[in-house]
C-alpha cells in the first residue's frame, strides 16, 4: 500500500513539474511579445496590446506560484510517515476509490486505475478527518468503509 502512494505522489510531482514547466514556456513567450509589441501608427491599438500581454503575464505568474507552492506541498507528502488516522498526507482506501490527502486537484488517472487527490478542509475532507482503518462513514448519500489508511 505504502507502494502504491508513492505512486501516486510522484505521478502528482511530475504533473506539478510539467504544469510549472509549460506555464514557465507560456510565460517567456509572453514577456517576448510584448517586449517586442513595435509600436503601431495607432497609438490605442499598441497600448491596448500592451495592456492585455500585462494582464495574461500577472495570471500566469499567479498560476506559476500556486503550481510551486502545490508542488512543494506534494514533494512533503512524499516523505510523510503513515498515521492511523486519516490527516494531511495519508492515502486512503475505500470501498468507493483512493484518496491522496493534501491537495485539491481532483480526479488524477493512472491508466485505467484512478485516484482523487483532495484537501483535509474540503467537504469530503472534512469527512473522512481522523477516520481509522474500518471506519464507515456516510458522505453526500454514499456509505464509505476505510479499508486501508498509508
Do not use: H, W
Not at 513595435?38 to 500556486?66: H, I, N, P
Not at 503550481?67 to 512543494?72: G, I, S, T
Not at 491537495?103 to 485516484?115: A, R
Amino acid at each position: 500500500m505504502f507502494d502504491e502512494k508513492q505512486v501516486c505522489v510522484d505521478i502528482l510531482i511530475n504533473l506539478l513539474s510539467n504544469g510549472i514547466q509549460t506555464l514557465e514556456n507560456e510565460l517567456k513567450e509572453v514577456v517576448t511579445s510584448r517586449d517586442n509589441e513595435s509600436k503601431s501608427s495607432v497609438g490605442d491599438k499598441y497600448e491596448t496590446g500592451r495592456a492585455m500581454m500585462q494582464l495574461r503575464q500577472e495570471q500566469l505568474e499567479k498560476q506559476l506560484a500556486e503550481q510551486k507552492k502545490n508542488l512543494q506541498l506534494a514533494k512533503g507528502i512524499s516523505g510523510k510517515k503513515a498515521d492511523t488516522k486519516v490527516g494531511e498526507g495519508s492515502f486512503v482506501k475505500t470501498n468507493r476509490g483512493n484518496y491522496l490527502i493534501g491537495l485539491g486537484l481532483g480526479e488524477i488517472k493512472l491508466g485505467d486505475k484512478s485516484f482523487y487527490s483532495i484537501s483535509l478542509l474540503s467537504p469530503f475532507g472534512q469527512a473522512i478527518r481522523n477516520k481509522v482503518a474500518n471506519d464507515q462513514f456516510e458522505f453526500r448519500g454514499k456509505n464509505y468503509v476505510i479499508e486501508a489508511i498509508a
